[in-house]
């Protein structure tokens, strides 16, 4: 493991040498071998012989036939060198990546657990700020009305879901518990209820909120696409009911250092779990332009998806698009005049299909509804409000298929949406669409 924070000055053949520290660690490894590569926000990730193996596992084990994950490979394999540390313990930065971290002289080194972050003196202090800043803001966590995340048509999850009724509960997007904490107290003595959710910081807010029902719930930082590790994880078989809440919540809209939202200017992350390695920087930055066209398409549904493309791979040959206000803007000069007057933001839809290609959301959504439904006891539910007709189409057309097999009775024949007196209340709920399903054979 690495740790630690340096500077360090490239001399003029490029290279940096490694904190004292670093070289001690070294000396002991088998191999001198590392591998540099392209990183998130800007900076480079040097890894060790070993961690590089495992992580290229990690890579291959991915299905090439699913377009993100091709774009991941791509990403980090082209941009890959095999480094060798010196005796003096320098390495050399290849040009190329060191244009792609926009390194001048002055460098950041940091020790991050597995591996090691170089940065521009400049970056990497914006960087650091930015954590130091999200770190005192989550030492005492206070809730704002605003930034507090509606609980969506919470009393229909509550009718189809029936808490009352039900041992086990699986809240597979928990968010910051605001559905939690409508479903808690109908629970019976003895019941568990077990939340899950990928992103960290929404997960530890939950906790706090959570406090009066610790007997009760199992929290887990996952993605619902592993429900089925999750339940035999804590010993459990099969569940009789699954909630899902698809979508950003209020929660990480209002966090411009999310990069979730157009209305506030943040870095372009869009990453639900903040360990995981590709950010919408990553997209915007390094896609070429029909690659981006075809997100654009496929995943916002957007009509001026190849205009909107071509704006932003010119755009950024003067300098990397870096932040969600640079975006929007871009956009915006690229939608004509004619089309900015509709109902929605203009940006709307880019967000969205990056947002859901840097979170691989479809494909998740996919096989957790599927588990999900595997794991359901007979006469379990299974309930899920979708925001956009693409995960909608894939709820639909899932539980119409375990319905043909007659594993399922479908509740809603057609989805519920809002009422007039919740859309008054909550207008960003208003693309919402719940579907619930019974199991009704094993």
Request: proline share 3%.
């Amino acid at each position: 493991m690495w740790y630690g924070k340096y500077f360090h000055t490239l001399d003029s053949k490029d290279r940096f040498i490694l904190p004292a520290k670093f070289r001690e660690k070294i000396k002991r490894m088998k191999s001198k071998i590392f591998y540099l590569t392209c990183g998130l926000d800007g900076c480079l990730f040097l890894f060790s012989h070993d961690t590089w193996r495992e992580m290229e596992e990690k890579l291959k084990s991915l299905s090439f036939t699913k377009q993100q994950s091709r774009y991941f490979n791509r990403l980090y394999f082209s941009g890959a060198q095999e480094v060798e540390v010196d005796p003096q313990g320098r390495i050399t930065i290849p040009s190329y990546l060191k244009e792609f971290a926009e390194i001048k002289r002055e460098i950041v080194i940091l020790g991050v657990a597995d591996r090691i972050e170089i940065w521009d003196k400049k970056n990497g202090r914006s960087s650091m700020l930015t954590i130091e800043r999200d770190s005192k803001k989550w030492q005492k966590v206070s809730f704002d009305k605003k930034i507090m995340h509606y609980p969506v048509m919470y009393k229909e999850v509550i009718t189809y879901l029936t808490p009352a009724t039900r041992k086990v509960i699986v809240d597979c997007t928990l968010g910051i518990a605001s559905h939690a904490l409508k479903i808690l107290p109908h629970l019976k003595e003895g019941a568990i209820f077990i939340g899950i959710d990928k992103d960290g910081d929404s997960l530890e807010v939950a906790r706090q909120r959570l406090g009066n029902f610790k007997d009760k719930v199992i929290l887990v930082k996952d993605d619902f696409r592993n429900i089925d590790v999750v339940l035999d994880s804590v010993g459990i078989t099969r569940a009789d009911a699954f909630f899902f809440d698809l979508g950003v919540s209020s929660f990480q809209l209002s966090d411009p250092q999310r990069g979730f939202s157009f209305l506030r200017e943040g870095p372009l992350d869009m990453r639900m779990d903040r360990e995981s390695f590709l950010c919408a920087y990553d997209l915007v930055n390094n896609l070429s332009e029909k690659e981006l066209a075809i997100i654009f398409e496929r995943f916002g549904q957007e009509r001026y998806s190849r205009r909107i493309a071509h704006f932003l791979v010119e755009e950024r040959k003067k300098s990397p698009l870096s932040t969600t206000g640079q975006l929007r803007d871009t956009i915006l000069r690229a939608i004509p005049k004619r089309y900015t007057s509709h109902r929605i933001h203009p940006a709307t839809k880019i967000f969205q299909a990056l947002r859901i290609v840097v979170n691989r959301e479809l494909d998740c959504l996919k096989e957790g509804v599927e588990k999900a439904i595997c794991r359901l006891s007979r006469g379990g539910r299974i309930v899920v409000i979708s925001f956009h007709s693409l995960e909608d189409r894939i709820v639909k057309n899932t539980f119409k298929k375990f319905s043909a097999s007659k594993v399922l009775n479908i509740l809603t024949k057609k989805p519920l949406v809002p009422t007039s007196e919740e859309l008054a209340e909550n207008i960003r709920s208003r693309s919402a669409k719940l579907r619930a399903a019974e199991r009704i054979s094993l």
